[in-house]
């Protein structure tokens, strides 16, 4: 079984940062890409960036040059480092990896700007 835990979530002013941790544990021999998703209430879920092992990314347009994705692979950990904060970045904030073809999903942290 595979567990995947999300912190750092909270309150923060309107352009304030905030840093995502998400740690892996269980039966994980590689993890390939890594992932943050987002949903705010009413809207559906959008991915927000992904990291592949090699360390390759890829952003939604609405948070780049705000949001950086990042990885340890020997610590089967992923960061997500959030600026310039705005309230249309409210939303839980989930965590996914892949290992073989399956993909695992956080409980998720709620991340909540305010004007």
């Known amino acids: 079984q595979v567990q995947v835990v999300e912190s750092g979530g909270g309150l923060v002013q309107a352009g304030g940062s905030l840093r995502l941790s998400c740690g892996a544990s269980g039966r994980i021999f590689t993890i390939n890409p890594m992932a943050w998703y987002r949903q705010a209430p009413g809207k559906q879920r959008e991915s927000v960036a992904v990291?592949?092992?090699?360390?390759?990314?890829i952003y939604a347009d609405s948070v780049k040059g705000r949001f950086t994705i990042s990885r340890v692979n020997g610590k089967n950990t992923v960061y997500l480092e959030m600026s310039n904060l705005q309230p249309d970045d409210t939303a839980v904030y989930y965590c996914?990896?892949?290992?073989?073809?399956?993909?695992?999903w956080g409980q998720g942290t709620q991340v909540t700007v305010s004007s």
């Open positions: 996914t990896i892949e290992v073989g073809s399956r993909t695992y």
């Open positions: 990291i592949t092992r090699g360390g390759s990314t």
